[in-house]
Protein backbone atom coordinates (compact mmCIF):
# COMPACT_ATOMS: atom_id res chain seq x y z
CA UNK A 1 0.00 0.00 0.00
CA UNK A 2 1.56 3.50 -1.15
CA UNK A 3 2.00 6.01 1.81
CA UNK A 4 -0.36 8.47 -0.12
CA UNK A 5 -3.14 5.88 -1.13
CA UNK A 6 -6.63 6.08 0.15
CA UNK A 7 -8.57 3.42 1.88
CA UNK A 8 -11.78 2.99 3.03
CA UNK A 9 -13.37 0.86 4.55
CA UNK A 10 -17.37 0.78 4.53
CA UNK A 11 -19.96 -0.39 7.14
CA UNK A 12 -21.23 -1.86 4.35
CA UNK A 13 -18.53 -4.10 3.52
CA UNK A 14 -18.09 -5.09 6.94
CA UNK A 15 -21.75 -6.30 6.81
CA UNK A 16 -21.14 -10.39 7.25
CA UNK A 17 -17.80 -9.85 9.77
CA UNK A 18 -21.25 -8.23 11.84
CA UNK A 19 -23.55 -11.07 11.26
CA UNK A 20 -20.25 -12.95 12.93
CA UNK A 21 -20.07 -10.53 15.48
CA UNK A 22 -23.49 -10.41 16.56
CA UNK A 23 -23.12 -14.30 16.84
CA UNK A 24 -20.30 -14.38 18.99
CA UNK A 25 -20.24 -11.13 20.93
CA UNK A 26 -24.00 -11.56 22.60
CA UNK A 27 -22.55 -10.99 26.55
CA UNK A 28 -20.46 -7.96 26.22
CA UNK A 29 -20.38 -5.17 29.02
CA UNK A 30 -22.90 -2.79 28.49
CA UNK A 31 -23.74 0.77 29.77
CA UNK A 32 -24.81 1.03 33.21
CA UNK A 33 -28.32 2.15 33.33
CA UNK A 34 -27.77 4.10 36.68
CA UNK A 35 -24.28 6.38 36.06
CA UNK A 36 -25.38 9.18 34.03
CA UNK A 37 -23.79 11.15 31.45
CA UNK A 38 -21.98 14.24 32.04
CA UNK A 39 -23.22 17.67 30.63
CA UNK A 40 -22.24 18.17 27.03
CA UNK A 41 -19.17 20.96 26.56
CA UNK A 42 -20.28 24.21 26.24
CA UNK A 43 -17.43 25.10 24.00
CA UNK A 44 -16.13 21.96 21.98
CA UNK A 45 -14.21 24.59 20.17
CA UNK A 46 -11.65 25.30 22.60
CA UNK A 47 -8.56 23.26 21.29
CA UNK A 48 -5.18 23.17 20.76
CA UNK A 49 -4.06 21.14 17.70
CA UNK A 50 -0.94 19.51 18.81
CA UNK A 51 -0.21 17.23 15.37
CA UNK A 52 -1.53 15.81 12.30
CA UNK A 53 -2.17 12.40 11.61
CA UNK A 54 -2.23 10.88 8.72
CA UNK A 55 -4.23 8.10 9.20
CA UNK A 56 -7.70 7.88 11.08
CA UNK A 57 -9.18 4.18 12.26
CA UNK A 58 -12.62 3.97 13.54
CA UNK A 59 -13.23 1.47 15.50
CA UNK A 60 -17.06 -0.67 16.74
CA UNK A 61 -17.00 -0.62 20.18
CA UNK A 62 -19.43 -3.29 21.34
CA UNK A 63 -21.37 -3.40 18.53
CA UNK A 64 -24.57 -5.88 18.39
CA UNK A 65 -24.09 -5.27 14.37
CA UNK A 66 -21.61 -3.82 12.72
CA UNK A 67 -23.84 -1.93 9.74
CA UNK A 68 -26.21 -0.01 11.98
CA UNK A 69 -24.51 2.29 14.06
CA UNK A 70 -27.39 2.73 16.79
CA UNK A 71 -26.63 -1.12 17.99
CA UNK A 72 -23.04 0.73 18.81
CA UNK A 73 -21.83 1.34 22.72
CA UNK A 74 -19.68 3.50 20.80
CA UNK A 75 -17.47 4.40 17.58
CA UNK A 76 -14.29 5.20 18.53
CA UNK A 77 -11.34 6.59 16.27
CA UNK A 78 -7.59 6.13 16.28
CA UNK A 79 -5.01 9.11 15.11
CA UNK A 80 -2.21 8.61 14.00
CA UNK A 81 -0.08 11.53 13.69
CA UNK A 82 4.73 12.18 13.13
CA UNK A 83 4.80 12.16 17.31
CA UNK A 84 1.60 11.74 18.66
CA UNK A 85 -1.65 9.64 18.31
CA UNK A 86 -5.27 9.92 20.04
CA UNK A 87 -8.16 7.55 20.66
CA UNK A 88 -11.38 9.11 21.39
CA UNK A 89 -15.08 8.76 21.10
CA UNK A 90 -16.48 9.93 17.61
CA UNK A 91 -19.75 9.72 18.62
CA UNK A 92 -19.31 12.20 21.99
CA UNK A 93 -16.68 14.38 20.13
CA UNK A 94 -19.33 15.02 17.25
CA UNK A 95 -22.30 15.45 19.73
CA UNK A 96 -20.07 18.41 21.95
CA UNK A 97 -19.11 20.20 18.60
CA UNK A 98 -22.64 19.87 17.31
CA UNK A 99 -24.06 21.03 20.91
CA UNK A 100 -21.50 24.00 20.70
CA UNK A 101 -23.11 24.92 17.04
CA UNK A 102 -26.23 25.02 18.82
CA UNK A 103 -25.79 27.34 21.86
CA UNK A 104 -24.86 29.58 19.22
CA UNK A 105 -27.62 29.26 17.10
CA UNK A 106 -29.80 29.51 20.63
CA UNK A 107 -27.92 31.71 22.90
CA UNK A 108 -31.10 32.70 25.10
CA UNK A 109 -31.77 28.54 26.05
CA UNK A 110 -32.30 27.95 29.17
CA UNK A 111 -31.27 23.84 28.95
CA UNK A 112 -28.44 22.39 26.56
CA UNK A 113 -29.90 19.49 25.04
CA UNK A 114 -28.52 16.28 26.12
CA UNK A 115 -26.97 15.27 22.98
CA UNK A 116 -27.00 15.85 19.20
CA UNK A 117 -25.99 13.33 16.54
CA UNK A 118 -25.63 9.57 16.22
CA UNK A 119 -25.70 8.32 19.49
CA UNK A 120 -25.35 4.69 19.53
CA UNK A 121 -26.39 2.84 22.43
CA UNK A 122 -27.97 4.62 25.65
CA UNK A 123 -26.45 7.70 25.13
CA UNK A 124 -28.06 9.09 28.31
CA UNK A 125 -25.19 6.92 30.41
CA UNK A 126 -21.58 7.12 31.01
CA UNK A 127 -19.14 4.34 30.08
CA UNK A 128 -15.13 5.16 31.13
CA UNK A 129 -14.56 4.03 27.38
CA UNK A 130 -16.58 6.49 26.16
CA UNK A 131 -15.31 9.54 28.15
CA UNK A 132 -12.11 9.03 28.01
CA UNK A 133 -9.26 10.41 25.46
CA UNK A 134 -5.74 8.59 25.33
CA UNK A 135 -2.77 10.61 23.69
CA UNK A 136 0.51 8.40 22.94
CA UNK A 137 3.51 10.33 22.51
CA UNK A 138 7.27 8.70 22.29
CA UNK A 139 7.03 6.51 25.36
CA UNK A 140 4.24 7.46 27.43
CA UNK A 141 0.96 7.75 27.28
CA UNK A 142 -1.60 10.57 29.11
CA UNK A 143 -5.37 8.91 29.88
CA UNK A 144 -8.05 12.21 30.07
CA UNK A 145 -11.12 10.75 32.31
CA UNK A 146 -14.36 12.78 31.59
CA UNK A 147 -17.03 11.81 34.93
CA UNK A 148 -20.28 11.37 34.72
CA UNK A 149 -23.28 13.72 36.27
CA UNK A 150 -22.48 14.98 39.51
CA UNK A 151 -18.67 14.26 39.74
CA UNK A 152 -17.36 16.36 37.85
CA UNK A 153 -14.87 17.29 40.43
CA UNK A 154 -13.20 14.06 40.05
CA UNK A 155 -12.16 14.81 36.27
CA UNK A 156 -8.71 13.70 36.36
CA UNK A 157 -5.85 12.69 33.90
CA UNK A 158 -2.85 9.87 34.61
CA UNK A 159 0.02 9.63 32.74
CA UNK A 160 2.31 6.18 31.89
CA UNK A 161 5.02 4.42 29.98
CA UNK A 162 3.25 2.63 27.00
CA UNK A 163 2.60 -0.72 28.27
CA UNK A 164 4.17 -3.80 26.00
CA UNK A 165 1.96 -6.62 24.99
CA UNK A 166 3.60 -9.85 25.34
CA UNK A 167 1.87 -11.31 22.34
CA UNK A 168 2.36 -14.80 20.86
CA UNK A 169 1.62 -14.63 16.81
CA UNK A 170 -0.40 -17.87 15.54
CA UNK A 171 -0.51 -19.07 11.71
CA UNK A 172 -4.15 -18.95 12.20
CA UNK A 173 -5.79 -16.34 9.76
CA UNK A 174 -8.86 -14.89 9.12
CA UNK A 175 -10.57 -12.17 6.90
CA UNK A 176 -12.00 -8.77 8.70
CA UNK A 177 -12.85 -6.06 6.21
CA UNK A 178 -11.68 -7.25 3.47
CA UNK A 179 -7.92 -7.66 5.19
CA UNK A 180 -6.29 -11.17 5.53
CA UNK A 181 -5.55 -10.75 9.45
CA UNK A 182 -2.98 -13.15 11.38
CA UNK A 183 -3.62 -14.02 14.57
CA UNK A 184 -2.20 -13.14 18.45
CA UNK A 185 -2.78 -13.11 21.99
CA UNK A 186 -1.73 -11.82 25.18
CA UNK A 187 -2.63 -11.93 29.10
CA UNK A 188 -2.73 -8.01 29.50
CA UNK A 189 -3.93 -6.70 33.17
CA UNK A 190 -5.76 -9.64 34.06
CA UNK A 191 -7.62 -10.74 30.85
CA UNK A 192 -6.43 -12.89 28.10
CA UNK A 193 -6.97 -10.67 25.07
CA UNK A 194 -6.93 -12.06 21.20
CA UNK A 195 -6.15 -9.42 18.43
CA UNK A 196 -6.04 -9.95 14.40
CA UNK A 197 -4.15 -7.51 12.94
CA UNK A 198 -2.68 -7.20 9.17
CA UNK A 199 0.71 -6.59 7.96
CA UNK A 200 -1.14 -4.69 4.59
CA UNK A 201 -1.11 -1.70 7.37
CA UNK A 202 2.24 -1.41 9.00
CA UNK A 203 0.91 0.95 11.76
CA UNK A 204 1.95 -1.26 15.30
CA UNK A 205 -1.20 0.55 17.28
CA UNK A 206 -4.70 -0.45 17.87
CA UNK A 207 -7.56 0.30 19.72
CA UNK A 208 -7.13 1.53 23.75
CA UNK A 209 -4.01 0.99 24.49
CA UNK A 210 -3.14 -2.19 22.87
CA UNK A 211 -0.07 -2.22 19.88
CA UNK A 212 3.32 -3.95 19.69
CA UNK A 213 2.56 -5.84 16.63
CA UNK A 214 3.82 -5.74 13.19
CA UNK A 215 0.50 -4.84 11.94
CA UNK A 216 -2.56 -3.10 12.57
CA UNK A 217 -5.09 -4.23 14.89
CA UNK A 218 -8.43 -4.67 13.01
CA UNK A 219 -10.11 -6.68 15.44
CA UNK A 220 -9.65 -7.11 19.07
CA UNK A 221 -11.43 -8.85 22.00
CA UNK A 222 -11.10 -10.57 25.53
CA UNK A 223 -11.80 -13.87 25.72
CA UNK A 224 -15.03 -13.20 27.44
CA UNK A 225 -16.15 -11.56 24.83
CA UNK A 226 -16.91 -8.41 27.01
CA UNK A 227 -15.46 -5.88 25.28
CA UNK A 228 -14.80 -5.93 21.53
CA UNK A 229 -13.52 -3.36 19.17
CA UNK A 230 -13.57 -4.15 15.60
CA UNK A 231 -12.32 -1.99 12.28
CA UNK A 232 -15.21 -0.40 10.48
CA UNK A 233 -12.94 2.42 8.49
CA UNK A 234 -9.65 3.33 7.41
CA UNK A 235 -8.61 6.86 5.89
CA UNK A 236 -5.89 8.13 4.94
CA UNK A 237 -5.34 12.26 4.67
CA UNK A 238 -4.49 15.34 7.58
CA UNK A 239 -5.94 15.42 10.32
CA UNK A 240 -5.63 18.07 13.35
CA UNK A 241 -5.09 16.15 16.15
CA UNK A 242 -7.43 18.00 19.17
CA UNK A 243 -6.97 18.54 22.34
CA UNK A 244 -9.66 20.10 24.89
CA UNK A 245 -8.12 23.04 26.34
CA UNK A 246 -10.57 22.90 29.68
CA UNK A 247 -8.16 19.38 29.96
CA UNK A 248 -5.81 21.94 31.87
CA UNK A 249 -8.16 21.95 34.87
CA UNK A 250 -8.35 18.19 35.41
CA UNK A 251 -6.36 16.72 38.16
CA UNK A 252 -3.50 14.24 37.97
CA UNK A 253 -4.33 10.53 39.87
CA UNK A 254 -2.35 7.53 39.64
CA UNK A 255 -4.30 4.98 36.95
CA UNK A 256 -4.94 2.56 40.34
CA UNK A 257 -6.50 5.31 41.60
CA UNK A 258 -8.43 6.56 38.69
CA UNK A 259 -9.58 2.65 38.11
CA UNK A 260 -10.51 1.96 41.68
CA UNK A 261 -13.34 5.33 42.05
CA UNK A 262 -14.19 3.99 37.59
CA UNK A 263 -15.33 0.62 39.15
CA UNK A 264 -16.86 1.91 42.66
CA UNK A 265 -18.78 4.60 40.44
CA UNK A 266 -19.91 1.92 38.13
CA UNK A 267 -20.58 -0.41 41.04
CA UNK A 268 -22.48 2.18 43.43
CA UNK A 269 -23.06 5.27 41.43
CA UNK A 270 -25.42 6.56 43.76
CA UNK A 271 -23.41 6.54 47.06
CA UNK A 272 -20.40 7.77 44.91
CA UNK A 273 -22.34 10.53 43.52
CA UNK A 274 -24.42 11.36 47.31
CA UNK A 275 -27.47 11.22 45.70
CA UNK A 276 -30.87 11.20 47.80
CA UNK A 277 -34.23 10.20 47.04
CA UNK A 278 -36.01 12.92 46.09
CA UNK A 279 -38.79 12.18 48.50
CA UNK A 280 -37.32 10.44 51.45
CA UNK A 281 -34.36 12.55 51.36
CA UNK A 282 -32.61 9.54 52.54
CA UNK A 283 -29.20 8.38 50.55
CA UNK A 284 -29.60 5.85 47.93
CA UNK A 285 -27.61 2.96 47.07
CA UNK A 286 -27.66 0.85 44.16
CA UNK A 287 -25.48 -1.94 43.62
CA UNK A 288 -24.43 -3.05 40.08
CA UNK A 289 -22.09 -6.06 39.39
CA UNK A 290 -19.29 -4.83 36.79
CA UNK A 291 -16.52 -6.18 34.74
CA UNK A 292 -13.82 -3.96 34.06
CA UNK A 293 -11.60 -4.10 30.81
CA UNK A 294 -8.60 -3.69 33.10
CA UNK A 295 -8.42 -5.85 35.81
CA UNK A 296 -5.17 -4.49 37.43
Known amino acids: MGTHSFVRITIQICYMAGILMLA ?4 AQPKSRTVYAPSPRKNA ?7 TAYWRISYAFNADTIHDLSTYIDCQCLEIGNSTSKYYSRFLNDSDSLVTLWLKEHPKAGSLPRWLGEK ?3 ASYWTEYQYSEIFRSKDK ?22 PQQEWQLYSETLEVCGFVCQKAICFFRGREFVAWFTTEIPLSEGPWVFGGLPGLIIKLYDKDRLYVFECIQIEQGKFPIKKYCDYKNYKKMSRHKVLDLQRKINENYFRVAHLRNAYTKQPVSRFTPYEPLELE
Not at 24 to 27: D, E, G, T, V
Not at 45 to 51: K, L, R
Not at 146 to 158: E, G, N, Q
Open 24 to 27: NNMM
Open 45 to 51: NSITVID
Open 120 to 122: GKN
Open 141 to 162: YTVYVRMPAFLKRYDCYYVEKI
